[in-house]
């Protein structure tokens, strides 16, 4: 069977492969199907409130028994700064004019706030079998409680110094994202892009590092990135952008046609959306103002000038100013049930295995 | 044995693994030691007359009787932009007076040229098994004229679109080159650095779009490495970094040493040796002026102001001016001689294949 049962033990699941959370593109649906089908299924906690986190919550536990991941995000909360709010304001000006917006208009939103006391409270009652964290771990004291709760700890590292500084305050398996991966970079010790590591590179090196299981991430869509991940020395691996056209993630339509026609190089790592580099397909919004710039306002205060545009743009049937998250092996990806998806990636990669 | 035979009785070759050609960093020695193995050896011809490239294949042909690979340029060669070169050489004109330079005098050096006509003319004479190029392929007519002369003709690819054209042309096999690679990247239909794409996501991609077989390289400097590779669908291995700090490699004492102590996180690409991106281990240079200056001059001339610059201060034990050409998995290498390493990690990736 599976060669290497570290992570398979650590978190009670039959199939080496995590659900990626993905904040806005999936909820309870995907968590579930992923996790009947003997994955971890994660639910991406970041764009929630305790409410709605609760409500979710007893949705995947009335549907499966299995056990499932919470992911919340523990960055550091943004310090507003006006003038920088304004100048970045100004130099959008003109796709509000030309989307007929109100600039000046509060386009009400969830924004994604990091880990606090009361998503730890939430954790301390739910008390979920695993928690994942992404951009580092959240202070000590709420780390303890959540550990104290029963919770099994991950989280993402893009350097082999993150790694070390995860598996030292306490994670228990620690997630290696390579370059390659979609979505938001984990990066926390660095924000120096130029440095990020390949999967192919990183894994590796991660695994040398540590003494707990490394979850490879980042470009992983087929089952030949499943094994190649695990002769690298990943005990599992963690899968996004082949979920994403999966029917039970909630990516718009819009999103689903540009990921069913990306190519190999159509995605960049960008920050002007949220503020912090995330990689997705590239568009007209990304080609403008990016794909990096320096203007754009920290994480995730950007979202406040991206998000209007948006949805607006996507009510005109337009992507021009919408977060197309992928990885760069979109293309390998099959819009099937999650559940098939899943079984069918295990399957081959074992039946690769036994070769 | 081997799983996948194609790379094997293509080159006539008993390992699946190719030496990386190392222009400034290995010669014939390192060919044939890895040749020796039963690997591929390469020469790199960029930086070396047709007389010294001669030379070298004798000695290659007086040591060993197994393939080996003829390596050569083929960018387009750049147009000399007087202004520009003036803005660059200001540009690092506190550099010359702080090392006691002559920013107006001319440093004789061996240019990297270009393949061309009297290249051709050497390739039909030495009748090498393996010629291989990087940016490309050169002009169809000199194409033509080396596979005439009976070479098997690889080069590489950093993108799909680039893999089909290579096919499309000619080549007998693609290289994947990951974003992790060190050394100059070989995009030749795209400048967009934004896009690269890493080694993990790549390799799966490129062996979907072409029939030929497909060589992957970038981060792989273990048996680990070589297990993944193939599992990804690569037919074979091409190793660069791990192959610096053998003996027989020229790589400088300085090089040796970076290498060495080098962190995951230490590449980056650069521009500003030569005018076109390579990865290596960012040091003063590097940082001060790029790691991407625009305002470096085209390939290669932008070396015409940073080699002057980098012999003195090795002269004075500095690294601060020495492009330290590493791939991401630098780490993982060994300093032992090269065909022990070929051996080994041939033996150990065989065993991991067994399991």
């Known amino acids: 069977m599976w060669p290497d049962r570290r992570v398979l033990?650590?978190?009670?699941?039959?199939?080496?492969?995590?659900?990626?959370?993905?904040?806005?593109?999936?909820?309870?649906?995907?968590?579930?199907?992923?996790?009947?089908?003997?994955?971890?299924?994660?639910?991406?906690?970041?764009?929630?409130?305790?409410?709605?986190?609760?409500?979710?919550?007893?949705?995947?536990?009335?549907?499966?028994?299995?056990?499932?991941?919470?992911?919340?995000?523990?960055?550091?909360?943004?310090?507003?700064?006006?003038?920088?709010?304004?100048?970045?304001?100004?130099?959008?000006?003109?796709?509000?004019?030309?989307?007929?917006?109100?600039?000046?208009?509060?386009?009400?939103?969830?924004?994604?706030?990091?880990?606090?006391a009361q998503m730890c409270a939430l954790v301390e009652e739910l008390q979920p079998p695993i928690v994942s964290f992404h951009f580092g771990l959240p202070p000590q004291n709420l780390l303890a409680r959540v550990k104290a709760a029963g919770?099994?700890?991950?989280?993402?590292?893009?350097?082999?110094?993150?790694?070390?500084?995860?598996?030292?305050?306490?994670?228990?398996?620690?997630?290696?994202?390579?370059?390659?991966?979609?979505?938001?970079r984990g990066m926390f010790l660095t924000s120096d892009l130029s440095t990020q590591i390949g999967t192919f590179a990183l894994v590796p090196q991660i695994v040398d590092a540590v003494r707990v299981p490394v979850v490879a991430s980042g470009g992983i869509a087929d089952a030949r990135g499943i094994v190649a991940a695990l002769a690298l020395g990943a005990a599992a691996v963690q899968i996004g952008t082949a979920y994403l056209r999966c029917p039970e993630a909630k990516t718009s339509a819009l999103h689903r046609a540009a990921l069913a026609s990306a190519n190999d190089d159509d995605t960049v790592l960008t920050n002007v959306f949220t503020g912090r580099p995330a990689r997705g397909i590239a568009n007209r919004f990304v080609r403008e103002q990016g794909p990096i710039s320096e203007a754009a306002p920290p994480f995730p205060l950007a979202t406040n000038a991206s998000l209007p545009l948006r949805l607006k743009a996507e009510g005109r049937n337009s992507i021009d100013f919408s977060p197309?998250?992928?990885?760069?092996?979109?293309?390998?990806?099959?819009?099937?049930?999650?559940?098939?998806?899943?079984?069918?990636?295990?399957?081959?990669?074992?039946?690769?295995?036994?070769?």
Chains 1, 2 share one sequence.
Request: proline fraction near 6%.
């Open 9 to 116: 033990d650590l978190l009670k699941i039959d199939l080496p492969i995590i659900q990626a959370p993905m904040a806005g593109s999936s909820d309870a649906e995907l968590a579930i199907a992923v996790a009947e089908a003997g994955g971890l299924g994660s639910l991406p906690c970041a764009l929630l409130s305790v409410d709605q986190i609760r409500a979710a919550y007893q949705v995947i536990r009335q549907r499966t028994a299995r056990p499932v991941n919470l992911n919340f995000f523990c960055h550091a909360a943004p310090i507003v700064d006006a003038k920088r709010d304004e100048v970045w304001r100004n130099r959008l000006q003109r796709y509000y004019q030309e989307l007929e917006l109100d600039p000046s208009a509060k386009t009400p939103f969830p924004m994604r706030a990091p880990f606090d």
């Open 151 to 184: 919770a099994t700890v991950l989280s993402s590292a893009t350097t082999v110094e993150e790694a070390r500084w995860l598996e030292h305050e306490g994670a228990d398996a620690v997630i290696a994202q390579g370059f390659e991966a979609g979505g938001h």
């Open 324 to 355: 197309l998250w992928s990885g760069q092996a979109g293309r390998l990806a099959r819009p099937v049930p999650a559940r098939q998806l899943t079984t069918q990636l295990a399957e081959e990669a074992l039946s690769r295995l036994r070769r």
